[in-house]
């Protein structure tokens, strides 16, 4: 098997992470990519965190000698054993058996927190919603699937911010792509959400030009680290369907269909208080993330014939 593409989806905990890949595990499909949550290595069960005094976000609960050796495997195309961590009761279960795949997706909290970690990535994502944003979507994820109540929530984040400020936020510069979801007003919809995609120096920039409308716009931000200029794209949560369909569409044209499985029914897809819903904005910001993949599937591909 060629070499894996690495993909590392970082961010703060309640940031959206699972959501954005179940968009790129849609679109690659199941028989191509293999999903790797870093929670799983956990030094520390919640019980024993708590004995000590220290958070999941804390470096000294998480295990990255395992974790860089299993990630370098992967990359490899080789196959783990690795522990698996579970959220309803903070325990660890058995392990699992990983084989390596055409795409290896990793999430969590601690993606690019080394430099060994940082060089096995292709392309590294990093999700950063506004803060109030993030303390309503990890209030509202925790309550309906991890048993919290709202207070003991509130209670952890401000016992985790100390951690999130020194370990987890400084990550973003390392990232390729920073995605940011955003309200316009405190009643925005979370299905209308503006969301801005900031480009990194690693990559060079793309023409989106074809896929300018009234509802997405590009600009051109020069300077920076990295042998490019950075890009910023732009979406208003509030583009209508036909637009935003349009513009989903164009893209696709642009990453071809040889490496796509389908998955455009569920693109975009959410749950909230509300249930399972769509937003726009999501599908867009994951198509380009995925757009970033293919091209980095085409240059393998053309290295390999080559």
């Known amino acids: 098997m060629a070499r894996p593409i690495m993909v590392a989806v970082g961010g703060d905990s309640g940031t959206g992470k699972s959501t954005l890949c179940k968009g790129l595990d849609a679109l690659f499909g199941a028989e191509r990519i293999v999903e ?65 795949h055409e795409i290896v997706l990793v999430h969590g909290l601690f993606p690019l927190y080394t430099r060994a970690l940082r060089a096995l990535f292709d392309v590294s994502v990093w999700l950063d919603p506004q803060p109030d944003l993030k ?30 400020d020194a370990h987890i936020a400084p990550q973003r510069e390392h990232a390729d792509l920073c995605v940011t979801f955003s309200r316009a007003t405190p009643q925005t919809d979370n299905a209308k959400l503006d ?10 920039p793309l023409d989106y030009s074809q896929f300018a409308s009234r509802s997405t716009h590009l600009r051109q931000i ?26 989903q569409a164009e893209i696709r044209r642009h990453m071809g269909t040889r490496h796509l499985a389908g998955g455009v029914d569920t693109l975009g897809v959410f749950s909230d208080a509300k249930g399972l819903r769509t937003s ?24 390999v014939a080559a």
């Open 222 to 247: 020069e300077g920076g680290e990295g042998p490019f200029p950075r890009t910023i794209i732009e979406l208003d949560g509030d583009v209508d369907d036909e637009t935003a369909h349009a513009v």
């Open 36 to 100: 790797i949550c870093l929670d799983d290595y956990h030094s520390l069960d919640r019980a024993q965190r708590k004995a000590v005094g220290l958070t999941a976000l804390n470096p000294r609960a998480n295990d990255f000698a395992s974790m860089e050796e299993d990630l370098w495997r992967l990359a490899h195309g080789e196959t783990i054993s690795k522990p698996v961590y579970d959220h309803s009761d903070g325990t660890f279960g058995p392990r699992e058996t990983v084989t390596s």
């Open 135 to 164: 303390v309503a979507w990890k209030v509202q994820r925790d309550m309906s699937q991890r048993g919290y109540t709202e207070e003991q929530v509130r209670a952890e984040i401000e016992a985790r911010r100390p951690d999130i």
């Open 280 to 303: 726009h904005t999501l599908a867009i910001a994951q198509l380009l993330i995925a757009r970033r993949v293919c091209l980095v599937l085409d240059a393998r591909a053309g290295a």
């Open 195 to 204: 969301a801005r995609i900031a480009k990194g120096g690693r990559f060079a």
